[in-house]
C-alpha cells in the first residue's frame, strides 16, 4: 500500500548540515502522517520527528529542537528532514516512516510503514 525510500546520508564534519529525502509512494500519502526515528549502535531505535498529514502541525524531540526541521510536500509525495549544526551524537541509522492516523504520532507502534534506512555519521 505505501512503500518509503529514504536517500540523502553521509558522513560529515560536527557543524555541518545534510538534507534527508523520503520518497513516499501510495495512494494514501497525502492523508498520512509521516515521521523520523534514528537508531544508533547499541540503542533502541528512537523518536525524532513527526509531521501531520498537512504539513500543519510538528513535533519534535528535545535532543533535537532548534536544531532539525521536519516538511513535507504532497504534491511531490516527498518528506523532507533537514539537519543543521550536527553533532557525533546524531550518528545513526535514519528510518521514515508512515502512519494512517495523520497526526504528529510520536510511538513507534504506531507507524505501519517503515524505509530501510539511511546512514548518517557525525565526526568531531
Known amino acids: 500500500q505505501v512503500q518509503l525510500v529514504e536517500s540523502g546520508g ?9 538534507k534527508l529525502s ?17 537508531q544508533a549502535p547499541g540503542k ?7 509531521i501531520s498529514w498537512s504539513g500543519g502541525s510538528q513535533s519534535y ?6 536544531r532539525f526541521t521536519i516538511s513535507r510536500d504532497n504534491a511531490g509525495n516527498t518528506l523532507y528532514l ?7 551524537d546524531d550518528t545513526a541509522v535514519y528510518f521514515c ?12 507502534e504506531k507507524y505501519d ?11 568531531s
Request: hydrophobic fraction near 40%; charged fraction near 15%; glycine fraction near 12%.
Open 10 to 18: 553521509g558522513s560529515v564534519l560536527a557543524g555541518n548540515s545534510l
Open 22 to 38: 523520503c520518497k513516499v509512494f501510495g495512494r494514501t500519502f497525502s492523508r498520512t502522517g509521516l515521521g523520523w526515528f534514528r
Open 44 to 50: 533502541e531505535r528512537e523518536f525524532v520527528a513527526a
Open 61 to 66: 524531540a528535545d535532543s533535537v529542537k532548534g
Open 82 to 88: 533537514q539537519m543543521n549544526n550536527l553533532q557525533p
Open 97 to 108: 516512516a508512515a502512519n494512517e492516523y495523520a497526526n504528529t504520532i510520536t510511538e513507534i
Open 113 to 123: 510503514y517503515w524505509g530501510r534506512g539511511t546512514q548518517v555519521t557525525v565526526s
